[in-house]
């Protein structure tokens, strides 16, 4: 695989938390940044990359090949932060943001940035 993606992501913005990687139904990287502490529990985390972030992106890329030429990312908005999904080779990247980050700015960022690793 390389350098690790959170190596690359990491710098792009002083907001980004957390960085996963799933590929092929496996955690392949979980990083959180350091001066960053998560707000919960790793194995949710470890469930929300497993579980839920793959299911996410199968419906939006489902409706999104119908007719809207498929699906770049999905932005989730919780509470505490943003998380941003990223279909990425056979499976997906993760990326935790503070609350107050321009997602949408990043999440063109990070797009063009997977995409040149792809």
């Not at 839920?52 to 199968?58: H, S, Y």
């Not at 890329?61 to 080779?89: E, K, N, T």
């Amino acid at each position: 695989m390389g350098v690790p993606l959170s190596k690359e992501l990491f710098p792009l913005d002083g907001r980004i938390r957390y960085v996963a990687v799933n590929a092929g139904g496996a955690i392949v990287e979980m990083e959180q940044r350091a001066e960053r502490p998560s707000y919960n529990p790793p194995e949710t985390d470890r469930m929300e990359e497993l579980i839920v972030n793959p299911i996410v992106l199968e419906a939006t890329r489902r409706r999104g090949d119908l007719d809207l030429g498929g699906v770049r990312w999905v932005i989730i908005r919780y509470g505490l932060q943003y998380q941003m999904v990223f279909p990425h080779a056979s499976g997906h990247v993760s990326v935790g943001v503070e609350a107050d980050g321009d997602v949408t700015e990043l999440a063109g960022r990070i797009s063009d940035l997977l995409d040149r690793r792809a």
